[in-house]
């Protein structure tokens, strides 16, 4: 009788055992993420350079990894550098070369009067999302995500997302607030303080698939704020700045609910417009880092948005990437 049951027990165990094997051996990535590589490879919008190696493909545990993975050291052909190299799949660097260049570099130069020099961020891991056990996977499972952590300038000072966002610093804080609400316009997925307690100290930028057809986008917190960059005049910003000799060569995840999700609308021309020559920023007239005409009535439900302060760590906080809770 005993050896019967141990026998049984055993059997049963194989079973498993290589139902288990058949599951994840036939386990697979969704066909857009392989689809949306080669796209983006054969239109050659990401070429190798000394900013950008094409590496070898990087395969599983499980679905994780990449087809043709590239490692970065800089963006926009070297001018904005990386405080450390980070791991991407080909569609999301464009995305990020184009935010950077209509959107972030132009802020600096506009609130600060100095050229950006770096960004701190992070970029693939093979791990839940949130690092909460038993949620989906993450985007940066995929290389399909990039958490940026800070801005570094030209002149050495560092603008950080858990330290700006709600610092004492109003050029600080709406320069973060002009990076957010324009990478809306170029990621599916954007979250940053006040969008949930894992993401008070950076920002999380990814392309994720929220439907089918993937047109559905998520930009959380909704924020009242009436952007100055418009990004079809923002290189002027640049040129002007050049032209001024300002210019200096730079060395080398958790689900969100149905029905909150946007993608913001072109904004209005900006008042004053950019073709204007470069204006340094002034809080003399005072600051209100919720202005109330972005985004346009109608679009939105009416919310203002007061940042909270940054939650104190719990003690069965997620585990940490670069010391930071990571989508």
Known sequence: M????????????????VTGCGLFRFEQREPWRAQAEEACLSQRLVQPSAYMALSSKIEGPGVCG???????SAFNNGVVGLKSK????????????????????????????????????????????????????????????????????TDGREISVMKGWRG??????EFLREAFVGACRYFTTVLGPGSDAFHYDHFHID?????????????????????????????EVLQSAAAAGDLAPVDLEQDVPEGEAYIPPAPPPPTPTLSAPVQRYSSSNGYAAEAPSYPPPG?????????????ARPVNAPMMLNRHALY
């Open 2 to 17: 005993r050896r019967g049951l141990v026998a049984f027990f055993a059997l049963s165990l194989i079973g498993l055992g």
């Open 168 to 173: 004492r610093d109003p050029a600080e804080q």
């Open 86 to 153: 980070v791991t991407l799949a080909c569609p999301i660097i464009p995305q990020i070369d184009t935010w950077l260049d209509e959107i972030v570099r132009p802020a600096a130069e506009m609130y600060f009067g100095v050229p950006l020099a770096d960004i701190k961020a992070g970029s693939y891991s093979c791990r839940p999302r949130n690092n909460q056990r038993g949620a989906k996977l993450s985007e940066h499972s995929f290389g399909n995500a990039l958490d940026v952590m800070g801005f570094v300038l």
């Open 66 to 72: 990449m087809d043709y993975p590239f490692k970065v």
């Open 299 to 311: 679009r939105l439900p009416e919310q203002t948005y007061a940042p909270p302060r940054p939650p």
């Open 207 to 235: 392309l994720a698939r929220h439907d089918p057809k993937g047109q559905r986008r998520i930009c959380k917190p909704i924020l009242k704020f009436a952007p100055r960059i418009d990004p079809e005049k923002s290189q």
